[in-house]
């Protein structure tokens, strides 16, 4: 795969893993505090450093040769 497309994968992921915890982050706070002003500004704060912190992962990953197959 050329690294243009390993990028936007790595994009791609980050989005939908975001959306899910977003959603699970926003359901859990809301429950334990039945405000959803609480919930949402959870859910907002957490998905800005989450997804930052996730991305850099997983373009440091995508630089480690350990466990990949190359194809000839």
Do not use: Q
């Not at 809301?30 to 997804?51: C, D, E, P, R, W």
């Not at 996730?54 to 000839?72: D, N, Q, S």
């Amino acid at each position: 795969m050329t690294r243009i497309i390993l990028v936007r994968r790595s994009v791609l992921k980050a989005v939908i893993y975001r959306v899910l915890i977003m959603i699970m982050d926003f359901t859990t706070i809301y429950l334990f505090t039945k405000k959803a002003h609480v919930a949402i500004g959870f859910m907002i704060v957490s998905n800005l450093y989450t997804t930052l912190t996730y991305f850099g992962h997983e373009r440091l990953w995508a630089k480690i040769k350990w466990g990949v197959l190359e194809t000839p």
